[in-house]
């Protein structure tokens, strides 16, 4: 066999299989799914296409919208995207909704936008020196760090069908994986019940994982990075210090909206809408392993913000943030931990069981940012 084409083919075999979950992480993810009752929600078909670094998924409503039904004489419909893009770590979701209303001689029509973006871009090893619980920048001791932008991902999916009062409907996975830093992210057409956390067609949970950060064989120190560096470089490898705790910072990204950050679970901004709720939540405990073979115990997630991002060591946004994003450092109250696992959610709901951040910007600013989270 000519060897180009034996190379090739042995290239398309490996992608094949790396390209959707193992069975054991596919039965752990989905036996934490529970379907729920489509209620006041709305269900939605995913058209979803993977690629070597990211994934794109587009939902459109099949029954109505999360802002419930249309008045007689009129039509609505509504559609949501999620991307995500290892290169950056842009996890971008956009909800537009439109509405025609046809009167007796007329007809008038309207479209709301909302969007919002969520960039991790770093592991923070850190001593606790300040007093107060949480990594504070310039006040607590900085040990170490990973630049998550650097790091190489593989991505794989899987979908599996579930059943609700309607019938049948999906569950999609989509899993980013490093030895160090991992996402898996849950999208599903209709409402279910992730580890019980309720969670909206047009909603996306996501499992971040930290493994492996304190094992210098894995997390090695990248060539003339270390604490004292000027810029975020790759990697300071992990400290030897006995206090050691880790936090995860990430830029927030929003369209030059005011909105106010309730540090205990979620960002919430309002507008004329009250029918529909967008938003980034997350629980105030996260998983965690001192060893390996130990069994999870929760500590405490803390979380603070930094509204000035232009010049913060931590904001990895190439200019994408400029004068709309925040800093968010989530902290977790566990020493030296060898595993930690937190599940932040975002996406859109009816406001009647969904709480978070709610931003409203024209459609051509959502179609922007998909082009420009997708191409830097």
Known sequence: MNKLLF?????LLLVTLASALTQQEADAAFGAVVSASLGDDAARTYLKLKTLTGFLAIGVSING????AANSGSFQSDSTVFTFDSNTMNYLFAYSKTKLDFGSFSASAS?????????????????????????????????????????????????????NEKGAFKVNIYEVKNDIFSMMFYITEAPV?????????????????????????????SLLCDVTSKTICSSTG????????????????????NFDLNTQGDINVKTSDDNISVGFNWIGHADVKATATDKSVAATVSTNSNSTVNGNFFATANGFAEGSAQILIHSFDAVRPNSVVWDPSMGAGPSSNNSGLKVAIPTLMIIISVLVALLF
Do not use: C, H, M
Not at 7 to 11: E, G, K, N, P, V
Not at 131 to 153: C, H, M, S
């Open 238 to 257: 992990p400290s030897s210090d006995p206090e050691s705790r880790l936090a995860v910072s990430a830029l927030f990204i929003n369209a030059n909206a």
């Open 65 to 68: 919208t999360v802002a419930g």
């Open 111 to 163: 479209a709301n936008a909302y969007f919002l973006n969520y960039r991790p871009t770093a592991i923070i090893e850190y001593k606790e020196t300040n007093g107060e619980q949480g990594f504070q920048f310039g006040k607590d001791t900085i040990l170490g760090w990973v630049r998550l932008d650097k790091l190489k991902y593989t991505v794989s999916d899987e979908s599996q069908s579930f059943n």
């Open 7 to 11: 190379t090739f083919l042995a290239t």
């Open 193 to 221: 019940s992730v580890a019980g956390n309720d969670l909206s067609a047009g909603q996306s949970k996501i499992d971040i994982s930290i493994n492996n950060y304190y094992d210098s064989n894995i997390n090695k120190k």
